[in-house]
Each structure stands twice: as C-alpha cells, then as structure tokens.
C-alpha cells in the first residue's frame, strides 16, 4: 500500500476518533467529570496560553495583529529564509499536512512563517519563500522587538550564531531557533506545543486531538 494511501486512512481514524470524543461529551449527562487534554507529541495547555496583542506585516505588506488570528486555527513556525535545512524542510512537511487534510474535506490550519531575521527578511523576500510551498502559506516580519515579544509568548527563541566565516558579520550569519510548532486556537491564544520530529501523521494527529479538546471545553 502507497504511503499516502496509509496516510490517508490514519487521518480517516484520527478524525472519526477525535469526533467520538466530542460527541461522547456532547451526550454525557455527568458534568462533573473533568476534561483533560489527549497525548500529543508535545503538549495541549489545558487552558491556552494568552497571546498578548502585536503588530507585524504579512509576505502582503498587510497589517497584522492578533485579531487576524480568530475565528479560525493557525499554526505557526519560527524561522527564516536563509534557514539551510529544517525551516525548508518542516515547510515541506505543512505543505503535506495542508494538502492531505483539504483532500479530507477537513480543514487545516492556517500556515504561518513568522521569521526571526527581519534584517534579511522582507516582505517581499517572504513572499516568493512561503508562495514557493503553498500560495495560501502567509509569511510574517516586522520590527525586531515585535518578533522577540511574540516569539518570547509562543516559548519560542532565537539568536544569532557564526556563519560559513565562523563569525557574525552583516553579511554573513546564521540563526539559531526553535523547532517547535504552535497551534493557535480561534481565540488567537496559543493551545499546543507540536514537537519535533514532524511528520505529516503526527502533526495531523496532535492538531486533531488538539481541535476535539478544544471544543470539549467550549461547549
């Protein structure tokens, strides 16, 4: 059987589990009995996690602030473009993530490039970076004090570390970030923490699982 075949039928599982569980709630006649988050590769918060406001522009040239982050589930990824190895490539694992889950008639987050290296990171650089994995991928930057406060909400960190010289230099230098993933929830509040390593079925999983206990305790 082809990978994504196998793939498909695990989303097909998660999905009709995730679902039962809220049913099951929807139905219970016992209130009293306490809702605790599933195991994820990572963590769901029990109560989310307050992401205070903040002020970037998207890969658009847009505005954005955490009001452009309710009323739908986003995920974000800190890193930058000159990232040689797990920003593309945890950028590829999104792109399948996406695509399988809209194949499922299941609607996915939305995907969010926020970079940490503002210096290089332009709007316009953003823009033909996240476009290149997926058109509806948005890509953000801004002030450098913006990025640390926001990133410093998500339990994400970055600094800058020696390039190909083995020095910081205007030119020349790399940055070193978190792998993590945060799903943020419909309240823009941060709900889970995904961890690496990703792949397309456990970052599928710890969203589902992460949808299903939110709507367990907001109903």
Known sequence: ????HILILFIAAVFAATSGIWMAKQTSDDSSVSIKPEVIQGAIYPNAKNIKDFNLINHRSENITKENFKNHWS???VGYTHCPDI????MAVMTQVSEFMQKQQIKPPEIVFLSIDPERDTADILNSYVTY???????LTG?????????AQLNAVFRKAPGLSGQ???EDYLMDHSSALMLINPHGNL???LTAPHTPANMIDSILKSQAYFQQISN
């Open 75 to 77: 995920l974000i990824f």
């Open 191 to 193: 709900q889970s923490i």
């Open 168 to 170: 910081i230099t205007d």
């Open 133 to 139: 994995f997926n058109k509806d991928f948005i890509g």
């Open 1 to 4: 059987m082809k990978k994504s």
């Open 143 to 151: 002030d450098v004090e913006e990025i640390t406060q926001l990133s």
């Open 87 to 90: 920003c593309p490539t945890t």
